[in-house]
C-alpha cells in the first residue's frame, strides 16, 4: 500500500521560511517522479514544484514560483522537500505532495499522478 506522508506545516508570520517534507512507503520512491502541489479554499489544486528522477536529480517550477521555492529529495530517506522562503500571506494553502511512477516527467498536470499524500495546512499571519 502506497502512503505518501506530509509535515511540516503550521501557522508562521510573513517573513518566516518554512521546509515541508513528504515521506513516501510502498514504492520504489527513486524512479518516481515526486511533486508538490497546493491548494486554497475554493481553488483548484496547482502545481508548485516537482524533481524527477534524471541523473542529477533536476527540479523544476511553476513559472510564478521559482525564486520562492525550493524543492529536492532524498531518495535515501524516501523523502522529498519544499523550502519556502519569505513567506507571504497568500502562501497560505494545503499543500500536497504526489508521485509520477514516470519518472522522467516533469508534469505539471495533476491527472499525471498516481499517488497523493493528505496534505499539510501552512497559515500565514501577518
Known amino acids: 500500500q502506497v502512503q505518501l506522508v506530509e509535515s511540516g506545516g503550521g501557522l508562521v508570520q510573513a517573513g518566516d521560511s518554512l521546509r515541508l517534507s513528504c515521506t513516501a512507503t510502498?514504492?520504489?520512491?527513486?524512479?518516481?517522479?515526486m511533486a508538490w502541489f497546493r491548494q486554497t479554499p475554493g481553488k483548484e489544486r496547482v502545481f508548485v514544484a516537482g524533481?524527477?528522477?534524471?541523473?542529477?536529480?533536476?527540479?523544476f517550477y511553476a513559472d510564478s514560483m521559482a525564486g520562492h521555492f525550493i524543492t529536492y529529495r532524498d531518495d535515501a530517506k524516501n523523502t522529498i522537500y519544499l523550502y519556502i522562503d519569505n513567506l507571504k500571506l497568500e502562501d497560505t494553502a494545503v499543500y500536497y505532495c504526489?508521485?509520477?511512477?514516470?519518472?522522467?516527467?516533469?508534469?505539471?498536470?495533476?491527472?499525471?499522478?498516481?499517488?497523493w499524500g493528505q496534505g499539510t495546512q501552512v497559515t500565514v499571519s501577518s
Open positions: 504526489a508521485a509520477d511512477e514516470s519518472g522522467g516527467s516533469q508534469s505539471r498536470y495533476g491527472g499525471d499522478y498516481d499517488y
Open positions: 510502498g514504492l520504489t520512491f527513486s524512479s518516481y517522479t
Open positions: 524533481v524527477n528522477t534524471w541523473k542529477n536529480r533536476s527540479a
